[in-house]
């Protein structure tokens, strides 16, 4: 049995490098992050039974300022049929609460997030594949010399967990790990589709003074991204702010000229503040932009008959 | 005689009307502003297809095509024929290596092999099930 035991564990072993782990601690110059990283102001939410998920969100929440308590983001995300927190809940209760969400994907983005200032939640299998132990946590902290992580986990703050340990359990999770900010500030590694799409969501969910502030943001850091422009543009429409998405078109047409969605929502702004003529000729625009897509035709005809009324 | 003409007016004309406007195609109209999900999903699948295009273009990948007996320009030709969804898979695994896959799915057995087995992870830190397990290095 024990020798069972020890050809098991040498299989194991010698297959399971902390691939991760590995190559960040090697390429550690170039990679440009602090060799120590803690946010200091994320006190531990301990977890009541089976809400290890809610009370990892209410702690990102807390941490961008928002009021959540576990009890509270339990109601909005946990499954107690499933008697656990399903990811994608995670992902959409840090959005109802009016914040951007953005996945993280490699283990040098996680520490760099950290480093940025900004928490983690993390998706873990802290056990085996064949008897699955799921457990989210939130990543606050990294001590590269010492090949740690620390964690707010369960009813323990600060958890110091080996690097490679926690790659281990991580992959299990399949690399999930999720990026809650206030929507002013975007996560340090998002890229630009995966900005806009923590705006887009937010706009979706009806947040829209957060959406509105979270496509600046995007703006801010991407000055020509013609998306966030458009989704500007959105956001305030749906606000009635129609002088608001009126700029916001007009800026999305100056940088992509030859695309008819930024003239058909063009037309629509200005029909609201009641410009005729130019609704009409942004409508014809995007027509005789848009090929054989019949939406703009419809756009236009919508506009002519608007002022018949 | 002079009913019947007064009906035409007060029930056969209306029916007209609303028959006409029964026949007439509702709901196809498709105005509207295009969507800030419609855009970022446009726009993300571009990004998309630059990040698999810039992969193609990195001269080890060629190189690895080649050794598989496929062309450059094959490659491309293959990556143009796939849909947006398939792309966003491959863009989405691009960056990370296979390595390392773990023979311990092939582990099955009785509940105390596996708490034995995770006793003894735990203490090479593969895995963190119990709390007074410190890794070994």
Not at chain 1, 44 to 52: A, G, K, R, S
Not at chain 1, 61 to 70: I, K
Not at chain 2, 82 to 93: F, R, V
Request: hydrophobic letters at 50%; a neutral charge; aromatic letters at 6%.
């Amino acid at each position: 049995m024990a020798r069972l035991a020890a050809v098991v564990l040498v299989t194991a072993v010698a297959g399971c490098a902390a691939p991760q782990t590995t190559k960040l601690l090697e390429s550690r110059a170039s990679l440009g992050l602090p060799a120590q990283a803690l946010i200091e102001d994320v006190p531990l939410i301990p977890q009541e039974d089976l809400f290890c998920g809610p009370a990892a969100l209410a702690m990102a929440l807390t941490a961008t300022g928002a009021l959540a308590d576990q009890q509270e983001v339990a109601r909005a995300i946990y499954t107690p049929g499933r008697e656990g927190t399903l990811r994608n809940d995670v992902l959409g209760g840090a959005r109802r609460w009016g914040r951007m969400a953005v996945p993280v994907g490699t283990l040098t983005d996680l520490l760099a997030e950290i480093a940025a200032g900004n928490p983690v939640i993390v998706f873990q299998n802290l056990s085996l594949d064949i008897a699955p132990q799921w457990h989210f946590a939130l990543a606050i902290g990294y001590d590269l010399d010492r090949r740690q992580i620390i964690l707010n986990s369960g009813t323990t703050e600060r958890l110091r967990t080996d690097l490679s340990t926690f790659e281990h359990t991580w992959r299990r999770g399949n690399h999930w790990a999720l990026v809650v900010t206030a929507p002013d500030h975007l996560a340090a590694t998002a890229d630009e589709p995966e900005a806009m799409a923590g705006a887009a969501a937010l706009e979706r969910v009806r947040r829209l003074n957060e959406a509105a502030v979270a496509w600046q943001a995007v703006i801010g850091r991407w000055p020509d991204s013609f998306g966030a422009h458009m989704g500007l543009g959105n956001t305030r429409f749906a606000q009635r702010d129609y002088a608001g998405a009126r700029a916001a078109f007009h800026r999305a047409a100056d940088i992509r000229p030859l695309a008819p969605d930024a003239w058909n929502n063009l037309a629509y702004a200005l029909a609201r503040l009641g410009n005729r003529k130019a609704a009409i000729a942004a409508a014809e625009k995007a027509v005789s932009l848009g090929g054989d897509n019949p939406n703009y035709q419809d756009t236009l005809n919508e506009i002519r008959g608007l002022t018949a009324i | 005689m002079s009913i019947l003409r007064r009906l035409r007016h007060f029930i056969v004309v209306p029916l007209i009307a609303a028959m006409t406007f029964l026949s007439m195609p509702l709901g196809v109209a498709q105005a509207g502003l295009i969507g800030s999900e419609a855009i970022v999903a446009a726009e993300t699948n571009a990004a998309n297809r630059q990040a698999v295009d810039a992969f193609l273009q990195r001269q080890d990948v060629r190189d690895q095509l080649q050794t598989l007996g496929v062309s450059p320009s094959e490659a491309d030709s293959r990556v143009a024929a796939l849909s947006d969804a398939e792309i966003a898979k491959i863009a989405g695994s691009l960056p990370t290596d296979p390595a390392g896959e773990g023979a311990l799915g092939v582990i099955v057995g009785a509940v105390i092999i596996i708490a034995i087995v995770l006793l003894i992870t735990d203490i090479v830190g593969l895995t963190s099930v119990y709390p007074f397990t410190r890794p070994i290095r």
